[in-house]
């Protein structure tokens, strides 16, 4: 199944706040633990084998994580970690990765995925992102669509164009287009039409055809980042990098690229998938027991009812009589938050922010 | 306000799982700072200043808590802190006291009340006190009665009997007899029958009166204590004390005396007393903020109403929308409960026991 010339870049590089109070500013949604044995990046890793081996996993992320994430990656080689110096939105970061995955090997493929999303199962994603390697292979940007299972307002959409056939017994369609979040009217009528995929915004695609793609409609970018593959591999590479980024305009891939790309095509897709964006989403993801009840650590539960209660600590949690209620403990916080108003957990971040406590951020 | 012979007897020896994870088998409620700077026994002794100075305070414990509760209480002398060597009920308890301080000033009075209550304001309660020690010197047995403010079914009920008039500016009355807990239906019509208290378990009375009582009505019991008189201020004291108190028979003091004595009376106190039995209780006697809320420690909360939430901890609780809910953190468990459920912590403690959980116990 594996191939030695298909490689993965993982973008790791984002920082939130809807995972309070597990997640920090130090350590973000996909560094930490939140449910399981594996941080989010760790699974992301794991998930990926054995259709691509740690030897060809590359993460993106930023100096201030850098650290972290080769600490919980140690099967990666460390240089394989690469970290930004600053934040120059998507369409840098996958020149970037396209210029040193080509550079390690020419004419190979790449997977570019986010570290924090939750997928299973894990033999069905590997199947759709093995049948978008062949397509890949045939020179086309590869996204990966999931069919919508209800109105999500939440998640950017991909309009179908007509369908090019299976591939290993996944469906491929050409791409009509994108399209941003939408309003819930907008997203119901995509959801009864059916032509419409949710973006997970994984992709696949050869490096020279993503760097081709790149100097056709945002030739200033692969232009100014071309040194990094000359620097890859020698001890001034993060000294180029750092000259090469500084002076970058930001510029999103879907602006600089797919919006304006011809070869895209769309992998039907439907494991399931989230990129939780709150504590009332990883909620619908998880397994529950029979009232509805999802724990970690140590928590006894009676008579409750459609609630998430999680502890990283060692304090036992009692819960009597709770219903639709979501509770997180850490060392240095407890969360306590009605289900459906997880959103809400941003306000508390930026009441304890305006409040000093930067401690608990 | 003060006279040397009044004397105040704590009676502190009480367990309880209902402020479970806060009181512990080793640390029951009295013990314990459920809310605010004391333990409610701390509470218990500050109350009653000016009337009773320390040096007038006994305290009657158990073997397991006496070391504690001299801790608590450095203004008293270790030996009046007397711990029982087994529990034998209440009438031993108060036969005990009542023969402790007669021996130390013949003829004085003692107030007997229970430790682990919430009773506010100190100035009141005092009013209340003064004007029952004046009824006692008259030979009485003084019960204080609080006038009900809601057909309770968790309280015993004193029933008046005629007015005997007021004493500094306070009712008393002749007393008809004790009930114990009533059903709602009863609870309602005690309500508007206007003719019952709620038994606030506080006694005053002479020493020597209430040994003459018990010797009238419970010879046995008096007769069976009388060495712990000649013993006390000797090193065979707790030697003595163990020795008479292995083989008593358990009788309470309402069934030995309060039943058959017939000069008793009741002072109406209309200070707010409660025996908190539950987080709810102490939640409905504890002040709030205009939501409803009452907090204690680093507790940061949006749009919140109607809810406990405590810490002993340093970790923050933060809570958001949350409703009628009671939340107590402790170092090694959580408790989350609706209130108004808050007797089902029982069952959690009990669930812990089965569990082997006895840490936590």
């Not at 691509?52 to 970690?81: F, N, Y």
């Not at 995509?190 to 760097?211: M, P």
């Amino acid at each position: 199944m594996s191939s030695n010339d298909v490689y993965a870049v993982i973008m790791a590089g984002g920082s939130g706040t809807r995972f309070w109070p597990m997640s920090r500013s130090a350590r973000p949604k996909q560094l930490v633990r939140i449910i399981g044995d594996d941080t989010m990046i760790q699974a992301t890793v794991a998930r990926l084998q054995p259709l691509i081996s740690p030897d060809r996993v590359l993460v993106i992320t930023t100096a201030a994580l850098a650290e972290e994430t080769r600490k919980q990656l140690p099967m990666l080689k460390p240089e394989h970690v690469i970290a930004e110096p600053v934040g120059r939105d998507t369409a840098a970061c996958v020149a970037l990765a396209a210029l040193v995955v080509e550079k390690m090997s020419p004419g190979a493929i790449m997977i570019l995925l986010p570290a924090d999303q939750v997928i299973r199962p894990a033999d069905q994603f590997q199947q759709a992102l093995a049948a978008g390697v062949e397509v890949a292979r045939q020179g086309n940007l590869v996204t990966y669509g999931i069919t919508p299972r209800f109105p999500a307002t939440g998640y950017g959409y991909i309009k179908l164009a007509q369908r090019l056939g299976d591939v290993q017994g996944v469906t491929v369609n050409k791409v009509l287009g994108f399209v941003e979040k939408p309003d819930e009217a907008t997203a119901k009528k995509y959801l009864s039409d059916g032509g419409y995929r949710w973006n997970s915004g994984i992709f696949t695609w050869k490096a020279e055809v993503v760097l081709d793609g790149l100097e056709t409609h945002c030739a200033w970018l692969t232009e100014a980042l071309r040194p990094v593959a000359e620097a890859w591999g020698t001890p001034s590479f993060a000294t180029v990098l750092n000259d090469v980024y500084q002076p970058l305009k930001k510029i999103s891939i879907d602006y600089a690229l797919m919006e304006k790309a011809t070869n895209i095509c769309v992998v039907t897709a439907d494991f399931h998938w989230d990129d939780v964006g709150s504590w009332d989403s990883l909620y619908d993801h998880l397994p529950k027991d029979a009232d509805g009840v999802i724990t970690q650590g140590d928590v006894l539960t009676q008579n409750c009812r459609d609630s998430l209660i999680v502890s990283q600590t060692k304090q036992i949690i009692t819960a009597i009589g709770v219903d639709n209620l979501s509770v997180v403990v850490t060392a240095d916080a407890i969360l306590i938050v009605p289900k459906g108003r997880s959103q809400q957990v941003k306000h508390v971040v930026d009441t304890l922010k305006a409040k000093g406590r930067g401690e608990l951020l």
